[in-house]
Structures are given as structure tokens and as C-alpha cells.
T-cell receptor, first 116, second 112 residues
Framework: NAGVMQNPRHLVRRRGQEARLRCSPMKGHSHVYWYRQLPEEGLKFMVYLQKENIIDESGMPKERFSAEFPKEGPSILRIQQVVRGDSAAYFC??????????????FGEGSRLTVL | SQQGEEDPQALSIQEGENATMNCSYKTSINNLQWYRQNSGRGLVHLILIRSNEREKHSGRLRVTLDTSKKSSSLLITASRAADTASYFCATDATGGSEKLVFGKGTKLTVNP
């Protein structure tokens, strides 16, 4: 029973390029959360999605960042025209239930983005 | 912001000693969770305590919750070198969205 799978684990981009981070939730989970972690910091919420629907994107920067969770396939966090400040670890988590779930989140190992 | 704040930021102890980490938060919550993160890895859930609970145990972990003070503590007894990690508390707001809000964490080092 595979856990939350994220890829790539490490990604290097030059300023101005695009970064695409993928997340496959645990089997049976239909809700995905993306968090960003700067070095020596806690996790900052970015976006919460269920299949084909964004529930809460209050933590997403207004420009260059977007997320989707299509009916088929993984959730994708897309960062356009990356800047050095985007360098961070991006974590995906999934949960099994619908709206109102307040239990444990299951995290992937993260994708570490380095912008040169 | 209802973000939790852990205290201390860093803690270094000897194997066999107990480690206590504290977390404070700002708004009413449904529950509070503690997670562990080994260096370079993802977060692993340790324990969840509901707002109507005051204390909970799991193995060598003991968590307390004081909703009147909006604070929680995580106690790890008889620590081991393998307990070296960062520990985060996470809260969800009552009546809010389902997202968890994390503190900045306590970095625990257990020296053999």
C-alpha cells in the first residue's frame, strides 16, 4: 500500500524556467494539500484540492503559482518563471475523507526545488 | 494567524533523558496534532489530541492540551538517538477550512 508519492524529489531550475511538481495521494484518498517549507522553517499552507476542484488556495501566491488535481492522474503544482525565492521544499499531503476532515495528514517525502 | 509556535526552537539532551516541547496557538481548535520530521524527509504523524481531551499517551510520547491557555506540550520519555528530528505542532481552526497550520518546530538533538 504505497504512501503519498512525490516526484521529482529534487529539481534544479534556472531563473525564468518552469517547475512542475507532481503528487499522487495514497490509495483511496481524494484530497490533496500542498505545503512549502523554507530552510529551518515550518510548513506554510499553499492550497487544498479535491478531484477537479480547488477548495482553499488562500496560501498560494497570486502570480506564477497554480495547482490542479485532475480526475485522472496526479496533482500538479506548477511554478512559472521561477525566481531564487522559490527555492524550497514542497510537500504534498493527502487525506481520506471529505469536507470537515480534521484528522491526520499523510505526507510525501517532498520535492526540493533549487533555483539557480 | 493561528499558527502554532513551538518552544524551544532547539533542544539538545543526552540519551535516556526526557524531552519536553511546547506549542502555543491563537484561536479555538478542533484538535491539535504533533508531527515529526527527520532531516531531509517528509512529516510523520505522531499523535492527535482533541479539544475535549487533556492528556494522551502513545508509547514513549505524552501530549497534554490546555485549551484555556491555548497551549500543548509533547513529552518524549527515555529519549534515544533515533529521536533526533524536528517536531511540529499543527492546529486546525474551528469553523474554518480543513487545512492544518504548522508551527516552526523544535529541533531536537539526542546525543548518544
Amino acid at each position: 500500500n504505497a504512501g503519498v508519492m512525490q516526484n521529482p524529489r529534487h529539481l534544479v531550475r534556472r531563473r525564468g524556467q518552469e517547475a512542475r511538481l507532481r503528487c499522487s495521494p495514497m490509495k483511496g484518498h481524494s484530497h490533496v494539500y500542498w505545503y512549502r517549507q523554507l530552510p529551518e522553517e515550518g510548513l506554510k499552507f499553499m492550497v487544498y484540492l479535491q478531484k477537479e476542484n480547488i477548495i482553499d488556495e488562500s496560501g498560494m501566491p497570486k502570480e506564477r503559482f497554480s495547482a490542479e488535481f485532475p480526475k485522472e492522474g496526479p496533482s500538479i503544482l506548477r511554478i512559472q518563471q521561477v525566481v531564487r525565492g522559490d527555492s524550497a521544499a514542497y510537500f504534498c499531503a493527502s487525506s481520506p475523507s471529505g469536507r470537515g476532515y480534521t484528522g491526520e495528514l499523510f505526507f510525501g517525502e517532498g520535492s526540493r526545488l533549487t533555483v539557480l | 494567524s493561528q499558527q502554532g509556535e513551538e518552544d524551544p526552537q532547539a533542544l539538545s539532551i543526552q540519551e535516556g533523558e526526557n524531552a519536553t516541547m511546547n506549542c502555543s496557538y491563537k484561536t479555538s481548535i478542533n484538535n491539535l496534532q504533533w508531527y515529526r520530521q527527520n532531516s531531509g524527509r517528509g512529516l510523520v504523524h505522531l499523535i492527535l489530541i482533541r479539544s475535549n481531551e487533556r492528556e494522551k499517551h502513545s508509547g514513549r510520547l505524552r501530549v497534554t492540551l490546555d485549551t484555556s491557555k491555548k497551549s500543548s506540550s509533547l513529552l518524549i520519555t527515555a529519549s534515544r538517538a533515533a529521536d533526533t528530528a524536528s517536531y511540529f505542532c499543527a492546529t486546525d481552526a474551528t469553523g474554518g477550512s480543513e487545512k492544518l497550520v504548522f508551527g516552526k518546530g523544535t529541533k531536537l538533538t539526542v546525543n548518544p
